[in-house]
Every structure is written in C-alpha cells, then in structure tokens.
C-alpha cells in the first residue's frame, strides 16, 4: 500500500468495515460493550477505556506524525496536562517563553500547586536553554511556530540538548500541522495538537492529542488518559477522521492564501512589520525551511497603535474578527486584548505583543477575495 501523506489520511484506521463494508468508520456512540464470558471480549469493554472510533482516530493521527500510537483528549489543554502527568513533584520542566497563554496558566496557576517546577526561556537561544537546564530538568517544551509572533525554534537541536542532558523534548505542533511538519523524525519525543484548529479544520470541534514514538511512552499515557478520564466524545473522533482526509489539501491552501497575504502587507504602507515565516525576511526562515514542508497560514501585523489596528479590524468584510484558528474561514483577532489578554502588560510589551499587532488566521476561500478583503481594509487604516 503506498504511504504518501494523503493516502495515509485517507485509509489509515480507515479501512472499510469488516462487519458491514461501510467505508466511513462507524460512530460507535456507546458506553460499553456486551461480554461473551468473564474476560472474555473483542479488545473493548468500557468506552473511557477504550472505543473503536477513538482507536481508529488514534491510529490515523499516529501514522500522519510518523509516531507508533497516539492518545487522544477533550481538548488541546487535556492532553498538555496529561504529558505534565508522566512528571513528579520536585520535577522540573522548561518551556518556551512564548508558549500558548493557556499552556503557561496551566503550569502556573495548577501544575505548580501540585509541585511541578517549571521555567519560562526563549527556546531560540541555545545558550540560555543550557543554562536554565537543572539536574532535575525531565522535559523541555518547545511550541513552533508561536502565537502570536511565529517564532521558530531549532526542534533537531533541542532534542539533542534535552537528550543529553537526559530529558525528553516535547513539541506543540498545532500551527505547523503534520503536513507542513513532522516532530518526531526529527528527533522529538512527544508531539501534542490541539486538534480544535487546522487537524479538525471546521471550526467545530474542541479536541486534543498526543502523539510518540516509545512504547513506555504510550502506556503510561494511555494509563493517564484512561485513569483521569478527560476523554474526547466519540463524535469528536469521527469528525476528525472526516477533517483529516482533506488536511493536506487544506494546508495547501491555507499556505497559499497566508504568503499572499504575507506579501501583500510587505508592500503595504500601513504595515510596519509582517511576521510570516515563510518569508526571506523572517528571522528564522532559513531553520523554517530546513525543519518545515511549508509555512502554513498564520500571519500576524503590526500597525502600529491600537486606533489603525481597531481601523483594520472593523473594515474587514470577508475575514471574521473571533478567536481561534485553523478553520476554513479566515479569522482575525488582537491578541493584546482578545486571545494573550491574560499575560501581564509588562511582559507582553517585552515579547512584541503590541497594541497595534494583528493576527490573521488566514482560511481556504479564494485567494483574490481575501487579498482584497485586506487590501481593502489596510487601506482604510491611514499611514
Ligand atoms: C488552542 C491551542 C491550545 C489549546 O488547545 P484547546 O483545544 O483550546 O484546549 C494549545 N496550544 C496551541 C498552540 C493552541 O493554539
């Protein structure tokens, strides 16, 4: 059977069915499975345990990260939470500065009351990731690119300071995708989605999961999932079996429309930075190249002060001001207000999260109607 990215979506944990030849995976929407003799059954008794149509999910999301097993979560925080759970208290782990707002709230407001000691470092700087290393360190957590800045980090390099100082490197690979860019080949031990953004790719679903290489790895997660519980509805499952078989078409697309973009706000006079790691100009452009497929549909501008940004953001008449990403429909937002509004002022001057800073979440639709949209909408925020 050949093995290309989109032949694996398709068919991957999707077979035909072997009861009904149904081609689509049945929703197996049920709590528990009928015994034939004490411990005697078809590999599923109870569904937090285990479920066909998450299985099915699990083993067609391992197969796209060139992982061996996957687990799956609620949401994108469940399953960060269940890779804090491999750790224990006294543990330490380092994770990168512009981490996801909620990843840096889960370890400071939760995972520390329960004695995991953590530190925020630019995961760009080597020299500073050597130095924040402890003797107690258990798991360095990189996030690339970021929100909402689209920095990169050095994912082959970071797994070799983690290894050698024996850590595991763990990689939060929802803005790339495993089509535009795959952790685990290239050295990290632990992949984790939030499956909420391009892999289900509707908007429409909340969802999370973790994908390894190890086979020590996936016990003691899939232990964790089955023991704390935060498991994801087996509808979700199926959704994501349907979003995943488009996945690369998708990104194609998102890339796409996100360098047009990304090009047009370069040549725009209302924009005074273009942050888009596709681009020449983009700082780390050349590690993007070397460790991604493509750059994948993220843009965000600067321009200037909050008055052009609120200008821009009110004249958009395709694009959608909300939170979130990686759907279909294009989004904007102001993350100093909306999505990092939560970290304090100070810090997010420091770290580029201006008042003037947009981010764009650029979408599928035709790519003349959105460089319009922001043409349009650029031109109506003044020099
Ligand atoms: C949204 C997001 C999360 C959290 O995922 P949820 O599905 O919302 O719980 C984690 N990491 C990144 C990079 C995200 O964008």
Redo the contacts with the bound molecule.
């Keep these: 059977m050949p093995r290309g990215f989109s032949t694996k979506a398709i068919h991957i944990g999707q077979e035909p069915d072997a009861l009904t030849g149904s081609m689509t995976v049945p929703l197996y929407q049920t709590s528990t499975f009928a015994q034939e003799a004490i411990g005697k059954h078809k590999g599923f008794e109870y569904a937090r345990t285990n479920n066909p149509t998450r299985a099915a999910w699990e083993r067609n999301i391992a197969a796209l990260e060139e992982g061996t097993d996957a687990i799956a979560f609620s ?4 399953a ?1 939470d269940a890779i804090a759970r491999l750790f224990n208290a006294g543990d330490h782990i380092l994770l990168a500065e512009d981490m ?1 707002g ?2 840096f709230r889960l370890f400071d407001t939760v995972l520390s009351r329960h004695g995991i000691a953590f530190d925020t470092v630019d995961m760009r700087d080597l020299r500073a990731v050597e130095r924040m290393i402890r003797p107690t360190t258990k798991l360095l957590f990189t ?1 690339t690119p970021t ?1 909402p800045l689209m920095t990169i980090s050095d994912i082959a390099t970071l797994a070799q300071v983690a290894h050698a100082h024996g850590a595991l490197l763990a990689v ?1 690979n ?2 790339a995708s495993p089509y535009f860019q795959q952790p685990l080949t290239l050295g990290a031990d632990i992949v984790v989605h ?4 391009y892999l289900g790719g509707h908007s429409d679903v ?3 999961v973790v994908v390894v290489r190890s086979q020590d790895l996936a016990e003691r997660l899939h232990f964790i999932q089955n023991t704390v519980g935060a498991i994801p509805s087996p509808f979700d499952c199926w959704l994501l079996l349907r979003s995943v078989k488009t996945l690369a078409l998708r990104m194609e697309q998102h890339q796409r429309n996100a360098l047009a973009v990304a090009q047009l706000c370069q040549s725009h006079p209302a924009v005074k930075q273009v942050y888009y790691p596709g681009l020449p100009s983009h700082p780390q452009h050349e590690i993007a190249q070397r460790q991604m497929r493509g750059f994948s549909g993220m843009v965000s501008i600067e321009l200037g002060s909050r008055a052009r940004a609120e200008r821009f953001l009110t004249s958009l008449q395709v694009i959608t001001l909300a939170e ?2 990686g759907g279909v429909e294009s989004l904007a937002c102001h993350p100093d207000t909306m999505t990092h509004a939560s970290i304090p002022e100070p810090i997010r001057r420091a770290r580029g999260i201006t008042e003037g800073l947009v981010r764009l979440s650029i979408g599928i639709e035709d790519t003349e109607d959105l460089i319009e949209d922001v043409r349009h909408a650029l031109d109506c925020c003044g020099e």
């Design positions: 949401s994108g925080m469940a960060i996801y909620g990843t996030e929100n939060d929802t803005f939030s499956a909420t953004k909340v969802h999370g979130s990403l």
